[in-house]
């Protein structure tokens, strides 16, 4: 059974930064792209970062450019985001995310595996 296991969210204060890390279990993904979305409450899953099998190429929505930094670690089977600088507009539920496939997908409806995510609320 295949497990996407978000953990590192939380409270956070305007300008403040979090790390979330996911672990992934039950299939070897460390051929394939993975990445992290979030989903707002009232809007749409969007995706925030991507990442090739290697780490090679990085995607990041702009929103997400100069502030977040995607990266993974093949051999214990860990994607990370470090997010730095976060404001109020970041408050959403963070999704690990991986995809059979193996191009870099730059939309959340590339990937087909998720995990159940993890709460991130920035304060102002």
């Known amino acids: 059974q295949v497990q996407l296991v978000e953990s590192g969210g939380g409270l956070v204060q305007a300008g403040g930064s979090l790390r979330l890390s996911c672990a992934a279990s039950?299939?070897?993904?460390?051929?394939?792209?993975m990445a992290w979305i979030r989903q707002a409450p009232g809007k749409a899953r969007e995706i925030v970062a991507a990442?090739?099998?290697?780490?090679?190429?990085?995607f990041y929505a702009d929103f997400a450019k100069g502030r977040f930094k995607i990266s993974r670690e093949n051999t214990k089977n860990m994607l990370y985001l470090q997010m730095n600088s976060l404001t109020p507009e970041d408050t959403a539920h963070y999704y690990c995310?991986?995809?059979?496939?193996?191009?870099?997908?730059?939309?959340?409806?590339?990937?087909?595996?998720w995990g159940q995510g993890t709460q991130v609320t920035v304060s102002s």
């Open positions: 990442i090739t099998w290697n780490g090679d190429t990085t």
């Open positions: 995310a991986a995809t059979t496939d193996f191009v870099l997908g730059r939309i959340a409806a590339a990937y087909n595996y």
């Open positions: 039950g299939r070897n993904f460390n051929s394939n792209p």
